[in-house]
């Protein structure tokens, strides 16, 4: 199982080599994961929509700065049936 959780880590540091994409993920993800308890002890929905969509938006503009595909994306796509299933998303060439 710790070898699982390092091949993934290795993954996603393959995929986010751009700093500033890194450092966009390193704000866009607190965000999404402060959402939900703010949602559901808090009450505060308006505060977590906000941090919720903005961290993800985060992210996606950090993947438009490296020019690769976010994991989001790459999984509709194997979904939908129009992208193949890759070890990696590297910068869109």
């Not at 290795?10 to 308890?37: D, E, K, Q, S, V």
């Amino acid at each position: 199982m710790i070898k699982a959780i390092a091949d993934r880590i290795a993954n996603w540091r393959r995929r986010h080599r751009n700093t500033a994409n890194f450092y966009l993920h390193m704000l866009g993800i607190p965000a999404c994961f402060l959402a939900a308890p703010l949602m559901l002890i808090f009450q505060q929905w308006l505060l977590a929509v906000v941090l919720f969509v903005g961290g993800y938006a985060l992210q996606f503009i950090g993947h438009l700065v490296e020019g690769s595909r976010s994991g989001e994306e790459m999984f509709v796509r194997r979904l939908l049936g129009g992208g193949r299933r890759r070890r990696s998303s590297g910068p869109r060439k």
